[in-house]
């Protein structure tokens, strides 16, 4: 063998190597145990505080959520709120919002958007 063609195995193999821990990585990533927004493990979800009494349930439609650590950011957030009791559902692409008072819909859309997401959508429940 020649030290060019032990120079080009060495190289190959090296981006092998690259290539498998790549391709796994992307798999984590998009089967949602991947650590996109919030590092790895489980995400840590605020308890949400439930209204003494829910004067409106709206559904917020969200595109952008690739994993559950983003389905806790947004569930985070939005729980935050004063008077909001809100559940992500990331496969869905929904937040289900309890509402304790009265808050207007540009206050929803900007605590998801200022996250990063979309807003598709948001629509009063019964």
Same mark, same amino acid.
């Given at each position: 063998m020649t030290n060019g063609t032990i120079t080009d195995t060495i190289v190959i193999a090296v981006i092998a190597v690259m290539m498998f821990f790549a391709v796994k990585s992307s798999v984590k990533h998009f089967k949602g145990e991947g650590a996109?927004?919030?590092? =790895?493990?489980?995400?840590?979800?605020?308890?949400?505080?439930k209204p003494a009494r829910v004067i409106a349930t709206k559904k917020i439609l969200i595109e952008g959520m690739t994993c559950d650590h983003c389905a806790a950011r947004i569930q985070n957030? &939005?729980?935050?709120?004063?008077?909001?009791?809100?559940?992500?559902?990331?496969?869905?692409? &929904?937040?289900?919002? +309890?509402? =304790?008072?009265?808050i207007?819909? !540009?206050? &929803?859309? +900007? /605590?998801? /958007?200022? &996250?990063?997401?979309?807003? *598709?959508?948001?629509? *009063? !429940?019964?």
């Open positions: 996109c927004c919030g590092g =790895g493990g489980k995400p840590a979800l605020i308890k949400p505080k957030a &939005l729980n935050a709120l004063d008077g909001v009791c809100a559940k992500v559902k990331r496969n869905r692409g &929904l937040a289900i919002v +309890q509402l =304790g008072r009265d207007d819909d !540009e206050v &929803l859309r +900007q /605590t998801i /958007t200022d &996250l990063g997401y979309t807003v *598709s959508g948001i629509r *009063s !429940e019964g």
